[in-house]
Structure formats: C-alpha cells, structure tokens
C-alpha cells in the first residue's frame, strides 16, 4: 500500500510573524508552534490513527518506528537540509491482507480494488429477484476499530417484485467496479463488533460481517 502519509519539517520560521514552524504533510504545509512534535500529534496532522503506528524515516532513508507518547524535536534551520519524515505504520496493510486471505479461503471470487472488496455469485433466499448478486463493502480507514456499513449490489435488485426496505437503488458512494451500485443500510449488530483483538480470527472480522450479508437477505423486504 502507497503510504498514506509523509511527513517533514519543512523550515524553521523563528524569526518571522506567524508559527515557528512549517510541517509537510504529503506536499501540504501545516504550521506548527512549538519545537517538539508526538507520535500522535504526527498521526493526526497526516490524518490517521496513532494506533496504526507511525514510522520516522531519517534523510538516509533508515526507517524507526516511534513509541506511543514519544516526543520528537524539530531541530531549527535543518528543516531542507536535514528532512525528517514520517509515515503510516504497515499494520493496517498488514491486518487487511490477512483479513483478506481468510475471506478467499470462502469466497475465492473475491477482488479487492481500493479499500473495497467485491464477491461475486452471493446466493440469495427465495423471493428476490436474482438468485445469486454480486455483492461490495468498503472497508472504513479506520478499521478495525471502526466497523464497515452497508451491502452494496449492482441496482435493480427487488424483493417480490417490489424495491426493499432501507434501500437506496443509487449508492451515492459508488464501489470502483463498474456499472450502477444500490446500498442497503446495515451496520454490525449491537454489542458483536467488541473490541477487535491481534488475532483476527477470534475478534470482529471481514469474514463474519459478510457472511452476516445472509441475514439481511434473508429478512426479504
């Protein structure tokens, strides 16, 4: 996966009106006042979760991964001369790709493009209008500590002959695989999607919020 966030110390402004220092995050100036930066500050000025990790990378390229609650120094005046970046972690590759595995091994006509997944031949109860459908999810940027949302099918999907409930026929968040997509609203049920542990097969899962798709489908309207 292409890192999600880069960041630098761009110059130090000490000296002139306004922030002490420039920060450089994929390209975007970010001012910043102090001469110490956290991990987590890192985190959230790139604009994901501390807990994904966050990886310092020193003008030789060596990359060291920081410690929750380290603090860093911005060096003055060694801002062009002396970059120091920072990226994403890999566990959030890392966790998605064995998530990933654990779905082919029940669902080999998967495809993954972006952060959506795409299973083809879904089989779906009596009464619908299609006896198998594709179906899509997205997986959040957040995950896995937040849960995925919603079933997405190619549109025109009916129930006996009719459009079913909490359904929108038009996903105005469209999967990146062709054609026109419907959603239905559906979420985890309350209380199933705990806290998500190391091991990916004993906490929440991809492969559990799929194969929950078999109770929606089975409510019919």
């Not at 995050?25 to 604009?47: F, S, V």
């Not at 359904?167 to 239905?184: H, I, K, L, Q, R």
Request: charged content about 25%; glycine content about 12%; overall charge negative.
């Amino acid at each position: 996966m292409e890192p999600l966030a880069n960041q630098g110390v761009a110059k130090d402004r000490s000296g002139t009106s306004g922030p002490k220092y420039v920060v450089v995050i994929e390209g975007t100036e970010h001012p910043w006042e102090r001469d110490t930066i956290t991990t987590e500050e890192i985190a959230t000025l790139g604009g994901f979760s501390a807990a994904e990790g966050v990886i310092e990378i020193d003008k030789d390229n060596v990359e060291r991964t920081l410690s929750p609650g380290e603090t860093v120094d911005l060096k003055p005046g060694h801002g062009f001369s002396k970059k120091v970046r920072w990226k994403r972690g890999d566990l959030f590759s890392e966790r998605i790709e064995a998530e990933l595995n654990l779905l082919r091994k029940f669902f080999r006509n998967l495809e993954f493009l972006g952060q959506w997944i795409r299973i083809t031949d879904y089989p779906l109860p009596a009464g619908w209008s299609r006896e198998r459908t594709d179906v899509a999810t997205q997986v959040p940027q957040n995950y896995p500590g937040g849960p995925p949302y919603g079933i997405y099918v190619p549109s025109g999907l009916l129930f006996n002959g009719a459009r079913p409930a909490n359904y929108e026929d038009t996903a105005s968040n469209c999967p990146p695989f062709g054609g026109s997509w419907g959603v239905f609203s559906w979420s985890p049920e309350s209380g199933t999607w705990a806290q998500p542990t190391q091991d990916i097969v004993s906490g929440p899962n991809l492969l559990n919020w799929v194969n929950g798709f078999k109770s929606r489908f089975e409510q019919g309207c």
